[in-house]
């Protein structure tokens, strides 16, 4: 090993484990707040916000984690719970590349999505209720024909 | 071409690594800023955003090594064929800041204003917060688009290799401290710096303040070419970018951008497509069915002008 290439190691350990500390210290200190989606009458209010036409159809995650709109049959607003902020987006239908309905543990139905943008991560909508709401199986269906 | 390249000798081209020796105080002003944001309420940080914007900011210094190589073969080759020896005089240092300032606004506008240098400047406005971590999140994909030429001319100039290193350095290490939402106005620094306030702005997704405050160190350059928009009390930033991301996954956020524009080339029908997607602004579209920072400052004054 030249030395160059120690030094160079030696500096990014050290990088390391300076990003380590600060991430232990922002959770210590108490840096963990999760946002959460009280309602739909909050994502109404959001979507107003983004100046988008009142929703169809409205489901929210039974923990707050994600809800989803039906703009129109071509366009569905996401409301997703990013740390403490909750983050809003447009999708056109043709975004929706996956949705895979299952079971969680207990009772109701869950629903896992997949977008084709890289920026977003896939997440899981469950809902107390045996059926996940009719504008999400259409979505579904949309994404299956694809 | 590697055989004609003639090593200029020290210190026209020792770096001074500047970032490196700043590390440390990096490290020492996040850990303060967070417990004064604990304390005060004022700010704020998560630490899932502050994981990933330090992960961001620790891979670009690999990134940066494997790439850099480039970049200052091209500034070694330009200087051998500069047009004026300037040398390390006190009126040299004070042209090359002053030079490298201007050069960074540049690429920085540049940076907003097309795709393909957005791709990878969006990481650093990725976050939807504003704090010190913030400043740390970097991209990994810059040497893709060439950003460095903007600097090259100041090598062709005569400015000795280090003298522009040192002052980018110096730049980057400037523009750490300001990220913050703990510090106010700074009176009449206001006037010529880029301060805390001014770049709030540039990191705010109001309508009002996109594609504005491009400064590194001075805030003269926007002002000069009009593209300075003042912080407004009444209307707070809400940081982040237009459409935020749903990911802290540092792969995804370093790639999302150049995904998108792969993904719109396969789909495009003809060479302007093409080059739209490429160098268009961000949100360029054949049909303008996307939304462009124009096209939402253009609503928003629509939306504030009352109707006659």
């Given at each position: 090993?030249?030395?160059?290439?120690?030094?160079?190691?030696?500096?990014?350990?050290?990088?390391?484990?300076?990003?380590?500390?600060?991430?232990?210290?922002?959770?210590?200190?108490?840096?963990?707040?999760?946002?959460?989606i009280?309602?739909?009458?909050?994502?109404?209010?959001?979507?107003?916000?983004?100046?988008?036409r009142?929703?169809?159809?409205?489901?929210?995650?039974?923990?707050?984690?994600?809800?989803?709109?039906?703009?129109?049959?071509?366009?569905?607003?996401?409301?997703?719970?990013?740390?403490d902020r909750l983050?809003?987006?447009?999708?056109?239908?043709?975004?929706?590349?996956?949705?895979?309905?299952?079971?969680?543990?207990?009772?109701g139905i869950?629903?896992?999505?997949?977008?084709?943008?890289?920026?977003?991560?896939d997440?899981?909508?469950?809902?107390?209720?045996?059926?996940?709401?009719?504008?999400?199986?259409?979505?579904?269906?949309?994404?299956k024909?694809? | 071409?590697?055989?004609?390249?003639?090593?200029?000798?020290?210190?026209?081209?020792?770096?001074?690594?500047?970032?490196?020796?700043?590390?440390?105080?990096?490290?020492?002003?996040?850990?303060?800023e967070?417990?004064?944001?604990?304390?005060?309420?004022?700010?704020?940080?998560?630490?899932?955003?502050?994981?990933?914007?330090?992960?961001?900011?620790?891979?670009?210094?690999?990134?940066?090594?494997?790439?850099?190589?480039?970049?200052?073969?091209?500034?070694?080759?330009?200087?051998?064929?500069?047009?004026?020896?300037?040398?390390?005089?006190?009126?040299?240092?004070?042209?090359?800041?002053?030079?490298?300032?201007?050069?960074?606004?540049?690429?920085?506008?540049?940076?907003?204003?097309?795709?393909?240098?957005?791709a990878?400047?969006?990481?650093?406005?990725?976050?939807?917060?504003?704090?010190?971590?913030?400043?740390?999140?970097?991209?990994?994909?810059?040497?893709?688009?060439?950003?460095?030429?903007?600097?090259?001319?100041?090598?062709?100039?005569?400015?000795?290799?280090?003298m522009?290193?040192?002052?980018?350095?110096?730049?980057?290490?400037?523009?750490?401290?300001?990220?913050?939402?703990?510090?106010?106005?700074?009176?009449?620094?206001?006037?010529?710096?880029?301060t805390?306030?001014?770049?709030?702005?540039?990191?705010?997704?109001?309508?009002?303040?996109?594609?504005?405050?491009?400064?590194?160190?001075?805030?003269?350059?926007?002002?000069?070419?009009?593209?300075?928009?003042?912080?407004?009390?009444?209307?707070?930033?809400?940081?982040?970018?237009?459409?935020?991301?749903?990911?802290?996954?540092?792969?995804?956020?370093?790639?999302?951008?150049?995904?998108?524009?792969?993904?719109?080339?396969?789909?495009?029908?003809?060479p302007?497509?093409w080059?739209?997607?490429?160098?268009?602004?961000?949100?360029?579209?054949?049909?303008?069915?996307?939304?462009?920072?124009?096209s939402?400052?253009?609503?928003?004054?629509?939306?504030?002008?009352?109707?006659?």
């Open positions: 090993m030249t030395p160059e290439l120690e030094q160079f190691l030696a500096v990014q350990a050290v990088s390391l484990g300076g990003v380590a500390i600060l991430i232990g210290l922002a959770w210590l200190i108490g840096f963990r707040t999760k946002a959460r009280a309602d739909e009458a909050q994502v109404l209010a959001l979507a107003q916000a983004a100046k988008l009142i929703p169809n159809a409205v489901a929210v995650d039974v923990e707050g984690r994600v809800a989803l709109a039906e703009i129109d049959s071509n366009t569905v607003f996401v409301v997703k719970a990013m740390g983050t809003t987006r447009v999708f056109p239908r043709i975004a929706v590349a996956d949705i895979k309905m299952y079971r969680p543990k207990g009772k869950g629903a896992r999505f997949r977008f084709s943008d890289a920026g977003f991560d997440f899981k909508i469950e809902f107390a209720e045996r059926e996940a709401p009719a504008f999400i199986e259409r979505l579904r269906r949309g994404a024909l694809k | 071409m590697l055989d004609d390249l003639t090593i200029p000798a020290a210190p026209d081209w020792v770096p001074a690594d500047v970032i490196t020796l700043a590390v440390p105080a990096f490290i020492v002003l996040v850990i303060l967070m417990i004064f944001v604990r304390l005060s309420k004022r700010g704020a940080y998560n630490v899932a955003d502050s994981a990933s914007s330090l992960m961001m900011g620790f891979g670009s210094t690999i990134a940066g090594i494997l790439t850099g190589g480039l970049y200052l073969f091209s500034a070694l080759w330009l200087y051998q064929y500069r047009v004026f020896d300037i040398g390390w005089t006190w009126w040299g240092l004070l042209l090359c800041f002053l030079a490298e300032d201007f050069s960074y606004y540049v690429f920085h506008r540049v940076s907003h204003e097309r795709r393909i240098w957005w990878s400047h969006i990481v650093h406005h990725s976050s939807q917060h504003y704090n010190l971590s913030t400043a740390l999140r970097q991209t990994w994909t810059g040497a893709i688009g060439f950003t460095f030429i903007t600097k090259l001319p100041l090598f062709w100039l005569g400015f000795p290799p280090a522009v290193f040192f002052f980018s350095g110096v730049s980057l290490v400037y523009q750490f401290w300001i990220h913050t939402e703990t510090i106010g106005r700074m009176g009449p620094l206001e006037w010529v710096m880029n805390p306030s001014h770049h709030r702005v540039h990191h705010a997704t109001n309508p009002r303040y996109l594609d504005a405050n491009y400064a590194g160190v001075l805030i003269i350059w926007d002002k000069i070419f009009n593209t300075f928009t003042p912080e407004v009390d009444a209307d707070k930033p809400r940081y982040g970018i237009i459409a935020n991301l749903g990911t802290f996954n540092p792969i995804r956020i370093a790639f999302h951008e150049w995904v998108g524009i792969a993904r719109d080339l396969r789909y495009a029908k003809s302007r497509e080059i739209g997607y490429i160098f268009g602004p961000p949100g360029w579209s054949p049909d303008g069915s996307r939304a462009t920072s124009d939402l400052k253009a609503q928003w004054r629509a939306d504030a002008t009352p109707a006659e």
